[in-house]
């Protein structure tokens, strides 16, 4: 695979929007060349008889099955509160009717 030139770089730079100086890009210019050629070497190791994966091992659903259960009464929930109105907590105002 070909070296990525400067001008390339410079190129890809400006289209990111992104200001690079000389050394920058004299800078960058090998650093990019490895990432390609890395990038072509892991291409060339999946064959056709491999198929795509998208994570390493295989996963499974660890959650529990959702169960109806019996569960607090509007009253027993609200029965330690200090205050409740309208089946809801109710705490102090801290915001004034300015919105």
């Known amino acids: 695979m070909p070296e990525i030139s400067r001008d390339e770089v410079a190129h890809l730079a400006n289209l990111a929007r992104i200001d690079l100086s000389d050394a920058e890009l004299d800078h960058l210019a090998p650093q990019l060349s490895v990432i ?14 491999v198929p795509p994966t998208s994570h ?14 019996p569960s607090l009464t509007p009253e027993e929930a609200l029965s330690g509160a200090p205050a409740a109105e309208e089946q809801r907590f109710m705490v102090p105002r801290i ?5």
């Open 95 to 99: 915001l004034g009717d300015e919105q």
């Open 56 to 69: 390493a091992l295989p996963l499974v659903n660890v959650f529990r099955e959702d169960v109806v259960r």
């Open 36 to 49: 390609l050629e890395s990038v072509a070497s892991i291409s060339g190791v999946a064959g056709p008889d």
